[in-house]
């Protein structure tokens, strides 16, 4: 079964807005969750990982008053696009590591597509 | 700084080809090696992990090798089904503290 579960599956909003996509580990406890971006025809781009009780930590490049990332429990992290433009729209993916032999999980991503 | 990349980037084979993708590494320090599978708009889906200790992995049709000392992987499907279309990519961990590098993808379609 699914490991990880990421909502919405896709969400169209008007530029200006907010948009929340929240990523939930199933059946264990992650005190950590990576966040990625995926162009068309690209591999994924990490953006932050998410640690609970505590900051992100972004990668380079990424603006972190844009993209507000929360992680207030271990079983759930949130990205909020913060003021989305068109610029933004883009496939977002979540994932945890699970288990001693460090296996990656993914969520099923979340089309972004601002107007 | 690691880089992984992926060979061929597109391919296009009969069904019932057995088939093989690469994956190349520069940094062989790496904790575990994962193949997965994407469909159009959708998430991954984990097929195999290889941890540093192992040299292969099967599942099903899937065989995945890893020659660490050289900095390579393979992915051979076996019988290819026109379900099998999707983009694989490759990925490594380099352990605690460090995140996964993904290769570019290697996309594959397989013709009825």
């Known amino acids: 079964g699914a490991v990880v579960s990421q909502h919405p599956s896709w969400v169209i909003c008007k530029s200006g807005t907010s948009v929340k996509i929240e990523c939930r580990s199933l059946d264990f406890q992650a005190t950590t969750m990576f966040w990625y971006r995926q162009f068309p025809k690209q591999s994924l781009m990490l953006m932050a990982t998410?640690?609970?009780?505590?900051?992100?930590?972004?990668e380079q490049g990424v603006e972190k008053d844009k993209f507000l990332i929360n992680h207030a429990s271990l079983t759930l992290s949130t990205l909020t696009v913060t003021s989305a433009h068109p610029e933004d729209s883009s496939f977002y993916i979540c994932?945890?590591?699970?288990?001693?032999?460090?296996?990656?999980?993914f969520g099923q991503g979340t089309r972004l597509t601002v107007v | 700084k690691q880089e992984v990349t992926q060979i061929p980037a597109a391919l296009s084979v009969p069904e019932g080809e057995n088939l093989v993708l690469n994956c190349s590494f520069t940094?062989?320090?790496?904790?575990?090696l994962q193949w997965f599978r994407q469909d159009p708009g959708k998430g991954l889906t984990s097929l195999l992990l290889i941890q540093s200790s192992q040299r292969e992995q099967t599942s099903g049709r899937l065989n995945a090798s890893l020659d660490k000392s050289s900095g390579r992987s393979t992915l051979y499907i076996a019988a290819s089904q026109p379900g099998d279309s999707a983009t694989y990519l490759c990925a490594v961990y380099l352990g605690a503290g460090n995140m996964l590098t993904f290769g570019g993808g290697t996309r594959l379609m397989v013709k009825p």
């Open positions: 998410s640690n609970e009780g505590s900051k992100a930590t972004y």
């Open positions: 994932s945890v590591l699970r288990g001693l032999g460090t296996e990656a999980f």
């Open positions: 940094d062989s320090a790496i904790y575990n």
